[in-house]
T-cell receptor
Framework: SQQGEEDPQALSIQEGENATMNCSYKTSINNLQWYRQNSGRGLVHLILIRSNEREKHSGRLRVTLDTSKKSSSLLITASRAADTASYFCATDKNDYKLSFGAGTTVTVRA | NAGVTQTPKFQVLKTGQSMTLQCAQDMNHEYMSWYRQDPGMGLRLIHYSVGAGITDQGEVPNGYNVSRSTTEDFPLRLLSAAPSQTSVYFC??????????????FGSGTQLSVL
């Protein structure tokens, strides 16, 4: 069964606004990763946060991890049209089976 | 480097036919895997390999076979295609077989329709 679940399923924002999406998971993890998928393409890795980290930044991306609540959030600041994509969280339990959620579809309106 | 290359990009099969989806990587990655992506269900792991000659099952292995005779190639075989196998298939690899802490590199996918 899938480990991670993203919320919301879909998100529509105006260019320049921030987008926040959440990921909840069920069992202890080693790390959590976020990926982006543009329509019809393969997934691209965005950022990885380890279980002993609470927050991580990469450019306009900010990821938080709360292991006590088994949840993570991805914030995209100052969104652009190019950020329109689906975003997936993936949990890694160090068992060779990276488990993906169903994703959040983000639409950035010009 | 080409990265992870999947062929074909599109395929239509009739129920009962067999076929092989090809995946090759030129990054000398030990770990390779196959996922299927269905609407509303995210990606589900079919099979994975931690090195040449070593394969194991993922979450949804039924109806699929894999082999890993070389580090570079990890083909996925559909033995007798069924409409339930209509999906988009992704191959992904990562450098080490050690597991945690490494990102996956994905191919561009194969869209398969089984009629």
């Amino acid at each position: 069964s899938q480990q991670g679940e993203e919320d919301p399923q879909a998100l529509s924002i105006q260019e320049g606004e921030n987008a926040t999406m959440n990921c909840s998971y069920k069992t202890s993890i080693n790390n959590l990763q976020w990926y982006r998928q543009n329509s019809g393409r393969g997934l691209v890795h965005l950022i990885l946060i380890r279980s002993n980290e609470r927050e991580k930044h990469s450019g306009r991306l900010r990821v938080t991890l709360d292991t006590s609540k088994k949840s993570s959030s991805l914030l995209i600041t100052a969104s652009r049209a190019a950020d329109t994509a689906s975003y997936f969280c993936a949990t890694d339990k160090n068992d060779y089976k990276l488990s993906f959620g169903a994703g959040t579809t983000v639409t950035v309106r010009a | 480097n080409a990265g992870v290359t999947q062929t074909p990009k599109f395929q239509v099969l009739k129920t009962g036919q067999s076929m092989t989806l090809q995946c090759a990587q030129d990054m000398n990655h030990e770990y390779m895997s196959w996922y299927r992506q269905d609407p509303g269900m995210g990606l589900r792991l079919i099979h994975y390999s931690v090195g040449a000659g070593i394969t194991d099952q993922g979450e949804v292995p039924n109806g699929y076979n894999v082999s890993r005779s070389t580090t570079e190639d990890f083909p996925l075989r559909l033995l007798s295609a069924a409409p339930s196998q209509t999906s988009v298939y992704f191959c992904a690899s990562r450098p080490g077989a050690g597991g945690a802490g490494e990102k996956l590199f994905f191919g561009s996918g194969t869209q398969l329709s089984v009629l």
